[in-house]
Nanobody, 114 residues
Framework: QVQLVESGGGLVQAGGSLRLSCAAS????????MGWYRQAPEKPRELVARIIGGGTNYADSVKGRFAISTDNAKNTVYLQMNSLTLEDTAIYYCHAVLNNRNYWGQGTQVTVSS
């Protein structure tokens, strides 16, 4: 059974930083892919960043500001978010793929204020 538990969300002013954590029930590198999605109100869920095939993908809107990383010793994947803008406000979900099955965390709210 795969479990993903996010933490680290909260309220931050524009220009600030947050680091999200996703604690998994197995090593991040054991997944076929692992990363972060987000969903803003009345918008579809979108990919933010992921690790797949030994490489990383980022949404164009976060390139240069966000960084995804893993700590296999802690079974954790991180999302460092810098230079946050109002448009980054969303629920952020941890996501993993294992043997063609998708797994999601419960989500953590990130709110950026002006």
């Amino acid at each position: 059974q795969v479990q993903l538990v996010e933490s680290g969300g909260g309220l931050v002013q524009a220009g600030g930083s947050l680091r999200l954590s996703c604690a998994a029930s197995r090593r991040p590198t054991s997944f076929n892919a692992m990363g972060w999605y987000r969903q803003a109100p009345e918008k579809p869920r979108e990919l933010v960043a992921r690790i797949i095939g030994g490489g990383t993908n980022y949404a164009d809107s976060v390139k240069g500001r966000f960084a995804i990383s893993t700590d296999n010793a802690k079974n954790t994947v991180y999302l460092q978010m810098n230079s946050l803008t109002l448009e980054d406000t969303a629920i952020y979900y941890c996501h993993a793929v294992l043997n063609n099955r998708n797994y999601w965390g419960q989500g953590t709210q990130v709110t950026v204020s002006s």
